[in-house]
């Protein structure tokens, strides 16, 4: 399989709006947003699983972020609102291809990650 290649993110002040995408290969059973900030463990940010649409979120992202996908172009999105300081990391998206049991919001499972596309937030 391909890597997942993403796009987006950027600079933007507290309170402002960024969205980052990820053109993925295939047809995933799952494809979630991870991020990890400096000097702190990656975390599940938000989870779309391709056949049903069911959309998994983190108590952080809930609310703020939104994960959605479109099929016809391979490519998934979060659109990410509200942003406060403490949302700042690299944020990676990854693909899981066989349903393994895992809760969406581990990594374990996910075989294929994006690149890494920072998301900085000013106070």
């Known amino acids: 399989q391909v890597q997942p290649v993403q796009s987006g993110g950027g600079s933007v002040q507290a309170g402002g709006s960024l969205r980052v995408s990820c053109v993925v290969s295939g047809e995933p059973y799952r494809v979630a947003w991870f991020r990890q900030a400096p000097g702190k463990e990656r975390e599940g940010v938000a989870c779309?699983?391709?056949?049903?649409?069911?959309?998994i979120y983190s108590d952080s992202a809930q609310g703020r972020f939104t994960i959605s996908q479109v099929k016809s172009n391979n490519t998934v999105y979060l659109q990410m609102n509200s942003l406060k300081f403490e949302d700042t990391a690299m944020y990676f998206c990854?693909?899981?291809?066989?349903?393994?049991?895992?809760?969406?919001?581990?990594?374990?499972?996910?075989?294929?990650w994006g690149q890494g596309t920072q998301v900085t937030v000013s106070s």
């Open positions: 990854a693909v899981q291809r066989e349903r393994d049991g895992s809760t969406c919001l581990l990594s374990r499972g996910y075989v294929d």
């Open positions: 779309v699983y391709r056949g049903s649409n069911n959309k």
